[in-house]
């Protein structure tokens, strides 16, 4: 057994770690039946709600910069091609830093590592807002504040993923997933139409709503309470560095669950296209084209919400790969229709089945993995996730200059479902997979009549702080 470690609270912010039992994945929280708990016990964990709103700010503060960015990049150069470098100067840093910020969530504090990303997110939002009233701001600058800004949230979000498991019970873990994606598409929804709207106001009112944003996330983060997982400190080896990409590539279930959602993406990206279809095919306009971009994140709305009341408790791995073949049938229907209606419609659908992939292979990722090992499995999925985006529009790009839009996209869903036929025969582990929680060993502290109601009530209330924190592992 470990030595126990002494907790090193962060200033101002509560000191009581969470009191459930470790799990066998090394997560907080009491093992019971996954989805156990109402929707209404959940929400009134004190730490949760804290960091669903250092969360959900720091996402929409980064969806609102990027729009004002791009826009101010625009008016200083008139260039399409600088507007595709502020995409690549956010993306880059992800990819450079993955195995590093992997190491460094796994290693430290990870609420000090969000605090800190998140202060300098919005500082950085803050000097651009400044630079912007003075007239002092160049291009250069611009893309400087972007690149540093990706590299912020390089370390940013695998530390928060990590995070989240050890502030709740185990049993609560899909619910919290569910409602927390859906808190995400709801800040995908609202923080371009924000960003826009501040861009009338002029980009120093838009970058000073950004930094305040990232600022009440810092506020916010400072009252997570810390889990009573302490990380371990290993030192920062080669060996350490490469320790997530060997776990994925040893775990069928992580590795068949992300590399799907890598595939699946990069060839149904039709949303890269949505410029042609409003413009040539539907015949909408600008109108029609915000529609059509808000259309997935409202599908996945839904989906998330609905998942978040009435969790997955078997075969999960059918529906994993059932939303898979969905995602690829709402990409054939949006790609030959020909009505406005069914497009939105599709789109919804094709959102709502990436909701369904996303939960489940989230849920997967964080149950399956040991808390030490948390920071660096999240950067590797932060990494194939972004990979398959920015790919994935480049993919469905260049088939559309070689086929056409419509080929392109019908293609694309096409090669999704084969792509999810592939995977069922690749990794049957995953497809057989019935419960979210493989099967649970009861943890050495559990006592057998402690229910999951009874592990959430003790979420709501903080028990008297012990003297040390336990270690994982």
């Known amino acids: ?107 430290f504090d990870r609420r000090r590592i969000a605090f800190f990303c998140q202060l300098a997110e919005g500082l950085m939002a803050v000097a651009l807002a400044v630079g912007s009233a003075t007239g002092s701001l160049t291009p250069t600058g611009v893309f400087a504040g972007a690149f540093l800004t990706g590299a912020a949230r390089a370390f940013e979000q695998p530390a928060m993923n990590a995070l989240l498991p050890g502030l709740v019970p185990v049993v609560a873990l899909p619910r919290v997933l569910a409602f927390g994606a859906g808190l995400r598409q709801a800040s995908i929804i609202a923080g371009p139409a924000l960003g826009g709207f501040l861009c009338a106001a002029g980009a120093q009112v838009g970058y000073g709503v950004c930094g305040a944003a990232f600022l009440t996330a810092c506020a916010a983060i400072l009252l997570v309470r810390r889990p009573d997982t302490a990380a371990k400190r290993e030192p920062m080896t080669l060996r350490s560095l490469f320790g997530g990409i060997d776990y994925v590539r040893r775990n069928p279930v992580i590795l068949g669950a992300i590399s799907l959602d890598l595939f699946s993406v990069l060839l149904g990206g039709a949303t890269a296209l949505l410029p042609i279809y409003a413009s040539d095919i539907l015949h909408t306009g600008p109108w029609g084209l915000g529609l059509l971009r808000a259309s997935p994140a409202v599908g996945a709305l839904c989906m998330s919400v609905y998942l978040a009341r009435v969790p997955m408790r078997r075969r999960v791995g059918r529906r994993l790969f059932a939303g898979v073949v969905g995602f690829g049938v709402a990409t054939i229907t949006f790609g030959l229709s020909r009505s406005f209606p069914l497009s939105m419609a599709a789109l919804a659908m094709l959102g709502a089945c990436d909701m369904i992939s996303v939960v489940v292979r989230q849920t997967l990722v964080q149950l399956e993995t040991p808390d030490e090992m948390r920071g660096r499995v999240g950067a590797v999925n932060s990494v194939f996730i972004g990979t398959s985006n920015q790919l994935g529009e480049f993919e469905s790009g260049v088939t559309a200059a070689w086929f056409g839009a419509t080929a392109s996209v019908v293609l694309g869903g096409v090669g999704t479902i084969l792509v999810a036929l592939l995977w069922m025969r690749l990794f049957p582990t995953l497809l057989r997979r019935d419960q979210l929680m493989s099967a649970p060993v009861e943890s050495p502290g559990q006592r057998p009549d402690h229910s999951p109601d009874q592990a959430l009530a003790d979420a709501q209330e903080p028990e008297s702080p012990p003297e040390t924190a336990r270690a994982s592992g």
């Open 1 to 107: 057994m470990p030595t126990p470690t002494p907790v090193s609270p962060l200033p101002d912010s509560p000191t009581s770690p969470t009191p459930y039992p470790t799990g066998p994945t090394g997560s907080s929280g009491p093992i019971g039946p996954i989805g156990g708990g109402s929707f209404r016990e959940i929400t009134h964990i004190p730490s949760l709600r804290c960091f669903w709103i250092s969360q959900c700010g720091s996402y929409l503060a980064y969806n609102m910069l990027a729009v004002v960015i791009g826009w101010q990049i625009y008016a200083m150069t008139g260039s399409a091609m600088h507007l595709g470098l502020v995409g690549l100067a956010q993306f880059t840093p992800q990819l450079l830093l993955t195995l590093v910020v992997g190491g460094v969530a796994d290693r």
